[in-house]
């Protein structure tokens, strides 16, 4: 796919799963429905054998809640050959030390470089969006070896990806957060928990605030703002960051989010998949989620239905803050968006390293026949 072509369908949506995830999820509900139907109308033996069969059903059902594409190349295989992998440009022209795949994420035969002398023998080369796109770096002039796959990388969205007409046939892969990208890495995702009373629900430890929000870049043009302006009538926000009370030095997003029941991730922009660290640093945290992006059935493509509130949920500012307040003084209605922390726990992608080593992962499975 030409990658202007790819980006219109990056902007107007583009291919979709969510009616396929979506269809699971109903599906679920409705075998946990029929369970009740069922028992006044069988005998005792047919009901046994039916109880079974519905929990094995109930068992793949949840197996298959989140889309296994959802998550990043999954990491089985067999032997590689070494695959070199280029990194063109450090991102944002900050340099930061080359992963050890192996070591790291378990991934075999990757050897990674940021030395340009390495162009003719590299399998694939990684650009990011930015400095290409900005001419802080030019494209490599050499005539591209055979079989190299170029693989433009780019983790901002659609609003803030300018330029992407002069890269029309350049590319041969795209990496960004869309799950439909030929190397897909979200921000965060879940992974089903091995030691589910490590992340046992964070009710009671002590949560003395209701509601934080940190924001970098405050710009009144932004949805997210207008909406903070409204709902900030009706409830209280401890605004951090640039544009409000600094970060603690000593402290991080996570480790100041922890003190508060509820945490704003507004999205700068909205667009299909475009979530981002904010929402999985406040699962990290412990405080729910309220979130401004891309509407909820995105979301439940990642997430189980209650792990977050949606402003959509509530037709009005006042009513979200309203039902904040009413999950602070009912623990029990609380507890329902705190439930799925029992399943899973919260993945962080590790920005770049695992986006290197994945691609590297992939390159490799590209070269290698079967
Ligand atoms: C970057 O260089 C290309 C080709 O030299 C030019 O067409 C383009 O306008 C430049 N872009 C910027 C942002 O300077
Ligand atoms: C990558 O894309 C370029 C430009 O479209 C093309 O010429 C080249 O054959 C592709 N390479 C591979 C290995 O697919
Ligand atoms: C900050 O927000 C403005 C308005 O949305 C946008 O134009 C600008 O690119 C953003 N800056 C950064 C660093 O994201």
Redesign the pocket.
């Known amino acids: 796919m030409e990658l202007t072509q790819w980006a219109t369908q990056w902007i107007t949506g583009g291919r979709s799963t969510f009616h396929r995830a979506g269809k699971r999820l109903s599906l679920c509900r409705c075998k946990t429905f029929r369970v009740t139907v069922l028992r006044t109308s069988c005998s005792w033996v047919c009901f046994t054998a039916l109880v079974c069969a519905l929990f094995l059903l109930l068992g793949v059902c949840l197996l298959n809640l989140f889309d296994p594409g959802l998550q990043p190349f999954p990491l089985t295989g067999v032997e590689p050959r070494d695959v070199t992998l280029l990194l063109w440009t450090h991102p944002f022209g900050r340099y930061r030390r080359l992963p050890d795949c192996e070591a790291r994420f378990g991934i075999h035969g990757c050897v990674l470089t940021d030395d340009r002398s390495m162009y003719p023998v590299a399998d694939a080369i990684i650009m990011h969006h930015r400095e290409v796109t900005t001419n802080a770096t030019a494209l490599p002039s050499d005539p591209?070896p055979?079989?190299?796959?170029?693989i433009w990388m780019n983790f901002e969205s659609p609003s803030h990806t300018h330029g992407l007409r002069r890269f029309e046939?350049?590319?041969?892969l795209t990496m960004t957060y869309r799950a439909d990208s030929d190397i897909f890495l979200p921000y965060g995702y879940l992974v089903t928990s091995l030691h589910p009373h490590v992340n046992a629900p964070h009710t009671r430890p002590r949560r003395p605030h209701l509601l934080a929000w940190v924001i970098s870049n405050w710009s009144e043009s932004q949805a997210r703002v207008a909406y903070y302006r409204r709902l900030v009538n009706y409830v209280d926000v401890d605004v951090f960051g640039r544009a409000g009370v600094p970060l603690p030095e000593d402290s991080t997003v996570v480790r100041t989010v922890r003190r508060y029941l509820f945490y704003l991730a507004l999205e700068n922009s909205q667009h299909t998949d475009y979530i981002t660290e904010k929402l999985w640093n406040s699962l990290l945290a412990g405080a729910v989620p309220v979130v401004f992006g891309p509407p909820r059935e995105n979301y439940e493509r990642f997430l189980p239905h209650d792990a977050f509130i949606h402003v959509n949920d509530f037709p009005s500012p006042r009513l979200l803050a309203q039902y904040l307040m009413l999950l602070r003084r009912s623990p029990a209605l609380l507890q329902r968006h705190l439930a799925w922390r029992r399943s899973y726990s919260v993945h962080l992608t590790a920005f770049w390293a695992e986006h290197y080593c994945t691609a590297c992962r992939v390159a490799w499975a590209m070269s290698t026949p079967g």
């Open positions: 591209r055979r079989g190299q796959k170029w046939g350049l590319f041969n």
